[in-house]
């Protein structure tokens, strides 16, 4: 069984930092992309970094300059480092993860069940 797990959320001040760390665990043959969305109060979820398995990496343009994307493949792990942290930044945030997993010989997507994020002024 393919889990993917966040820890490191909170509460933090405008301008403060957070590093949120995903790992994926089970039976995993390969990971392709792994990446995070976050999901505000009334908003839909929307993708806030990418990265792909040679190191790629897409932002969304509110987090460009702030947030970084660092992955441990070694680890099967991805992480968010948010800097500048602002009120709007505030939400639930998701690993999101391609891969491949034992029990398949194609590649799907998995969720992590999301780790709150609250940014007060």
């Known amino acids: 069984q393919v889990q993917l797990v966040e820890s490191g959320g909170g509460s933090v001040q405008a301008g403060g930092s957070l590093i949120l760390s995903c790992a994926a665990s089970?039976?995993?043959?390969?990971?392709?992309?792994m990446a995070w969305y976050r999901q505000a109060p009334g908003n839909p979820r929307e993708l806030v970094a990418r990265?792909?398995?040679?190191?790629?990496?897409n932002y969304e343009d509110s987090v460009n300059g702030r947030f970084t994307i660092p992955r441990d493949n070694a680890k099967n792990m991805v992480y968010l480092q948010m800097n500048s942290l602002k009120p709007e930044d505030t939400a639930i945030y998701y690993c999101?993860?391609?891969?491949?997993?034992?029990?398949?010989?194609?590649?799907?997507?998995?969720w992590g069940r999301g780790a709150q994020v609250t940014v007060s002024s």
């Open positions: 089970g039976s995993i043959v390969s990971i392709n992309r």
């Open positions: 999101n993860s391609f891969l491949r997993p034992r029990s398949a010989d194609y590649y799907t997507v998995y």
């Open positions: 990265i792909a398995t040679g190191g790629s990496t």
